[in-house]
């Protein structure tokens, strides 16, 4: 027989599940713990008995998705191809990742901050910033790294992440109002054609 916190920990996972669907479709203030307890078929009483409030709960959940990509993109970075090879594939990633989504829910999903809407609370905010900036950090070290492999400058880093990022933010966008995966068809081959003219543009300067 599982132990209480086995039972405590199983339940957290069956809401957080449900929960997920349901504000990463139509956002925190739309949901409310009555439709979470319906979709995880589970008495309010035992919601809060998992967790002291809905607050509370979204940021598990934030984290448990963070988690959750942060150990798909290692993956990438485990491998034994080059800087350019690594990066390409995290740049991938984002369409296969919504693909994985799509054909499990049928819809594009787009970027958990995205969907939950501004009214979240600031302490998920607060959570969703700091697995920004994890994530912006593992980007711009595979950047550097790219960077220095076409004999580019890498204190221009920052700003080649900013464009990029803009530009997969837009992809992203584009596909969730679409409900469409197409956009995330350019995106890799997008970024490498910004970059290598950047390349040329700076190869130009120096002659």
Known sequence: RKSEMAQKKDSQDRIIEAATQLMWRYGYDAVSVDAICNASEFQKGSFYYAFP???HMLIAMIEKVWETDKALIAEIYRSDKGSVEKFRDHLNWFGLYQKRLFEKYGYVHGIFNMAIGINAPPSALEVIGKARDEHKLILTE???AVLHELAMDTRD???WLGIISQLIVGVTIDARL??????????????????EHGRRSALYAGE
Request: hydrophobic share 35%; aromatic share 12%.
């Open 178 to 195: 679409g409900n469409t995966l197409e956009p995330f068809d350019g995106l890799t081959d997008s970024v490498f054609r910004l970059l």
């Open 53 to 55: 409030s809905k607050e």
């Open 157 to 159: 880093v920052d700003w």
């Open 142 to 144: 595979s950047l550097t």
